[in-house]
């Protein structure tokens, strides 16, 4: 087993950190930058920054967040929200993130997902794929768009082998009905993600305790746990989590 990696994720709206409940009820969670710097610090293998707002608002990621938050770093940042064009992609990789992540746009115009994993390689292309329960759906979950308010009637699974045909080198799936709640991931989902396809999974959406990141490694199939609340909200740190993981005999970086 290759080692897991451990990926805080900073939520940005209006240039600040927050985090909510199933995407919404917002708390503020401080400064991007000094957050970044501190998770690094910690222990962080990789960073997340997602621009929750852009799609919403119908707007490109702010390419100064990322700039700021990438200069404070040298783990690998993947960064998401309002990208939808190849021009867009270049733009936040040339701001310094390692990977952009896509959902929104990737549902809308797939071919956007071959034509970037040509252009960039795939190794720099996420695709982020929200989710919700729907028993109508042949995998029982249903794809959601537009930072997890629009449902849009197609299987989540099926789509995430459409993302690995595609050329995607990364999927990062997140329950909606887990999000923020630090009730743990929902292992269901991240294992049928994970069993669909030959990509490495990020686990995503509801992390609270330590167990919580081993399940999704074990029941999950996850190579990469990400959480936010709980590392925001100093609930626990990196450090606790990957002694943890190796305690349980998993194998993690540094």
């Not at 702010?62 to 309002?82: K, M, N, Q």
């Amino acid at each position: 087993m290759n080692p897991i990696a451990i990926m805080p994720c900073l939520d940005m709206k209006n240039g600040r950190v927050v985090k909510g409940i199933h995407f919404v009820d917002l708390r503020d969670a401080g400064d991007p930058v000094e957050n970044a710097a501190f998770y690094e610090q910690e222990g962080a293998d990789e960073l997340a920054m997602l621009d929750i707002a852009a799609t919403v608002e119908n707007r490109k990621t702010r390419l100064e967040w990322v700039r700021a938050v990438s200069s404070a770093i040298t783990i690998p940042l993947t960064v998401g929200g309002g990208i939808a064009s190849l021009e867009d992609i270049e733009a936040v990789l040339a701001a310094g993130a390692v990977k952009v992540s896509m959902n929104s746009a990737a549902v809308r115009d797939p071919e956007l997902v071959r034509q970037a994993a040509e252009a960039f390689g795939s190794s720099a292309i996420t695709v982020a794929i929200d989710a919700r329960r729907n028993a109508v759906m042949p995998s029982g979950f249903e794809l959601v768009v537009s930072g997890g308010t629009r449902p849009v009637g197609r299987d989540a699974v099926a789509w995430a082998r459409q993302c690995q045909d595609l050329g995607a080198g990364v999927l990062l799936p997140t329950s909606m009905d887990g999000d923020g709640t630090q009730a743990g991931y929902d292992l269901a989902f991240t294992r049928a993600i994970a069993d669909a396809v030959d990509l490495p999974i990020v686990a995503s959406g509801g992390a609270g305790t330590l167990e919580h990141f081993y399940q999704g490694v074990v029941e999950g199939g996850a190579q990469v746990l990400l959480a936010a609340s709980v590392f925001h909200f100093r609930i626990l740190s990196i450090g606790q989590v990957k002694a943890y993981l190796q305690e349980r005999g998993l194998p993690v970086y540094g």
